[in-house]
């Protein structure tokens, strides 16, 4: 009879290599999809960066711990950098670090424009907590009725007010409306406003179908659901912008709202070929996500803006009654006094 630990240790030895390996696998297809972001592959590359790296080093040291081996060392150290290098959430923590170090003077506030985004839950209170914020353009998902947000908006920005409700939304802002509109099918609104110093914005708020990770990916049904709201809701956007970028100085384009799906996804390919920028992604600080309002950990909601709107700072903030962290993000508006 062959001894067992002799036979263990042979097993050892295989699955030493063999878990690893196998991890490995997983790790480059994972890294492959995300690469392609094919439209059948959505219900993996909606799954944050951050989420694949946990479950992958998780993996890697139970490998350790129960056959040892150098493999599951090497497998784990490139799910960390990994992690680290393309997970955009130790970007604003490191961002916020730097800024807390080198403190440099603020951009005088007369050179900026500060844009939020927040889900009202239909909530007039919540709306009156965003005004709390000094904001002089708000984009609204799950908005209350078109008559608590005159009421509010015109107590305080009195003559100024510029307000479009419709499809559960609103646009609000200091200036004067010169175009407005309400599409379709109820997932997006529009507005031109002029500020005061005669620079325009067209603005645009959405609020996407729902296209991120859920308990029941193992199912066909949910895959094709997920390809399909991709589809739609790239469709949507691209409908929204158009393919061209706005090149005028004197005219700036903002788009913000629930997006719905995680950063990084296909579904946002219209506004890059728009050239906008996300706001976080170049000016955020400090946790980024924003939904679950609690505990986020998903950025769902979020503000785009054409080049010569420059982003700032972006942040978010857990605002009471909200299952959605606000969005706010300070722009430099050109002609104005510079902040960068």
């Given at each position: 009879m062959v001894p067992l630990n002799p036979m263990w240790r042979k097993i050892q030895k295989s699955l030493a290599t063999a878990v690893p390996s196998l991890i490995l696998?997983?790790?480059?297809?994972?890294?492959?999809?995300?690469?392609?972001?094919?439209?059948?592959?959505?219900?993996?590359?909606?799954?944050?960066?951050?989420?694949?790296?946990?479950?992958?080093?998780?993996?890697?040291?139970?490998?350790?711990?129960?056959?040892?081996?150098?493999?599951?060392?090497?497998?784990?150290?490139?799910?960390?950098?990994?992690?680290?290098?393309?997970?955009?959430?130790?970007?604003?923590?490191?961002?916020?670090?730097?800024?807390?170090?080198?403190?440099?003077?603020?951009?005088?506030?007369?050179?900026?424009?500060?844009?939020?985004?927040?889900?009202?839950?239909?909530?007039?209170?919540?709306?009156?907590?965003?005004?709390?914020?000094?904001?002089?353009?708000?984009?609204?998902?799950?908005?209350?009725?078109?008559?608590?947000?005159?009421?509010?908006?015109?107590?305080?920005?009195?003559?100024?007010?510029?307000?479009?409700?419709?499809?559960?939304?609103?646009?609000?802002?200091?200036?004067?409306?010169?175009?407005?509109?309400?599409?379709?099918?109820?997932?997006?609104?529009?507005?031109?406003?002029?500020?005061?110093?005669?620079?325009?914005?067209?603005?645009?708020?959405?609020d996407l179908e729902p296209s991120y990770p859920s308990p029941y990916l193992w199912k066909l049904s949910t895959w094709k659901g997920l390809t399909e709201r991709r589809v739609s809701n790239r469709r949507l956007l691209r409908k929204s912008l158009g393919e061209n970028q706005i090149t005028r100085s004197s005219t700036g384009r903002l788009i913000g709202g629930g997006f719905n799906t995680p950063p990084g996804d296909d579904v946002f390919r219209p506004l890059q070929s728009n050239m906008l920028i996300d706001a976080f992604s170049v000016s955020g600080t400090g946790w980024g996500n924003t939904y679950p309002a609690n505990y986020p950990a998903l950025r769902l909601d979020q503000i785009w803006s054409s080049p010569n709107l420059f982003p700032l700072k972006t942040t978010t903030r857990r605002i009471a009654d909200s299952d959605h962290r606000i969005v706010i993000s300070d722009f430099e508006l050109p002609g104005r006094k510079p902040g960068r």
């Open positions: 696998a997983v790790f480059l297809i994972v890294m492959i999809c995300y690469l392609n972001r094919w439209d059948s592959m959505t219900a993996i590359t909606i799954i944050p960066i951050w989420a694949w790296t946990a479950v992958g080093m998780l993996a890697c040291l139970i490998s350790w711990i129960a056959f040892r081996g150098l493999p599951s060392i090497i497998v784990f150290c490139i799910w960390l950098v990994t992690g680290i290098g393309f997970s955009e959430e130790p970007q604003g923590l490191i961002r916020e670090l730097i800024q807390s170090i080198d403190q440099k003077p603020a951009p005088s506030e007369e050179s900026q424009l500060r844009v939020i985004n927040v889900n009202a839950s239909g909530s007039g209170e919540i709306l009156r907590k965003v005004f709390d914020l000094d904001p002089d353009l708000i984009m609204v998902q799950e908005a209350p009725d078109e008559t608590t947000v005159a009421e509010i908006t015109n107590k305080e920005f009195g003559v100024e007010s510029a307000i479009i409700v419709g499809a559960g939304q609103a646009i609000i802002g200091r200036g004067e409306l010169m175009a407005t509109m309400v599409e379709d099918h109820g997932k997006a609104i529009h507005a031109r406003l002029k500020l005061q110093d005669e620079f325009i914005i067209d603005l645009t708020s959405v």
